[in-house]
């Protein structure tokens, strides 16, 4: 993660801001951080709103703390450190944010705070975004939830931000040896949860979609606009995986399964057959915002937004969570 600044300018300027107590100076550079540390929060967290709070939380605790740097590392790494810190300490008191059985055997584990991250929020650092569409997207987001807190930080640490155990181990209090072994067991972890898919998160990976992914979002909202469940269930894979968020049992894992719950509960039937979508991307990954107009409503109303992992052309993963009274995900109420 590189700052298109020279170093040391913003390291200066925080210095001479918190001597001197400038408020205006402190917010004008540590903005400049946002997006990439809550980031940071939302791979810690799963949730965006969570990511959020803990970010202004951060820049809460290094206002407190500003006198306590000193400048003897680099204020990226120090600011990461507290925001890490931070998510650790929010985690502590929680203890609805790890993953949960699904009700379905053989669904594996549901993780029912997840919640999508807009792409407009995503940094804007050429060199962060190239590696940025592999460690948000959900598959991604979701396998670093079944880490226990504390080695989801090393691993974000270390695999993701590429820092040596040695600074790891001196943010979170920790030992190099502790550091490494909690390495070790949350590699073995992620592989458990991501299999197929490389675990070199530092390798820059292209983040624009393909034309592929293009051509079956387009195909997934004419279906839906046509209100065609064949043609929707001709773009699934056999061995699909959906859920829908945050609503609790809805995960399945067959094509079959899910289009005979969607049927079941009136998908295309009267009240639910009025669409109109539009393609859009969050967590990078391919995904449409579906508008819904009910009998009576002179206009389409945002109601989910549907995420989708795309493997040969057909969708492997669909991820649907209710879009309703979220603004920051930056889509229009109405159409």
Not at 54 to 62: C, D, G, P
Not at 91 to 107: F, H, I, N, Q, S
Not at 142 to 161: E, M, S, W, Y
Not at 247 to 257: C, F, I, R
């Amino acid at each position: 993660m590189t700052d298109a600044r020279p170093p040391g300018d913003d390291k200066a300027a925080f210095i001479a801001a918190a001597r001197s107590n400038d408020a205006a100076q402190f917010a004008l550079i540590t903005e400049h951080y946002r997006r990439e540390l809550q980031v940071h929060c939302y791979r810690m967290l799963a949730h965006y709103e969570d990511a959020q709070d803990m970010t202004q939380e951060t820049f809460l605790r290094v206002w407190n703390k500003r006198e306590s740097f000193k400048g003897d590392a680099a204020l990226r790494t120090w600011l990461h450190r507290i925001a890490t810190n931070a998510c650790l300490d929010f985690l502590e008191k929680r203890d609805d944010r790890t993953p949960v059985p699904a009700e379905l055997p053989g669904a594996g584990s549901e993780v029912r705070y997840l919640q999508p991250y807009p792409d407009r929020m995503l940094p804007e650092d050429p060199q962060e975004s190239v590696v940025v569409r592999e460690t948000v997207e959900l598959a991604f987001i979701v396998a670093v939830q079944h880490l226990p807190p504390r080695q989801r930080a090393v691993f974000i640490l270390r695999d993701v931000l590429g820092w040596p155990a040695s600074k790891a181990a001196d943010a979170l209090g920790l030992t190099v040896a502790s550091v490494t072994s909690a390495l070790q067991r949350a590699r073995v972890t992620m592989r458990e949860q991501l299999p197929g898919r490389r675990l070199d998160w530092r390798r820059p990976a292209a983040h624009e979609l393909s034309d592929d992914e293009r051509g079956v979002v387009k195909s997934y909202i004419e279906a839906h606009e046509r209100n065609d469940i064949d043609g929707l269930t001709a773009l699934l894979r056999d061995d699909l995986r959906f859920t829908m968020l945050p609503d609790p049992g809805t995960v399945t894992v067959t094509a079959k399964e899910a289009v005979d719950g969607w049927v079941s509960n009136g998908l295309f039937q009267r009240g639910y057959d009025d669409w109109r979508c539009t393609a859009t991307t969050v967590n990078r990954m391919p995904a449409a915002a579906l508008y819904l107009r009910t009998p009576g409503d002179p206009e389409y109303r945002l109601f989910t937004i549907a995420v989708l992992h795309i493997v040969d052309g057909r969708i492997a993963e669909l991820t649907g969570f209710d879009a309703t009274d979220k603004p920051w995900l930056g889509l229009p109420a109405t159409l």
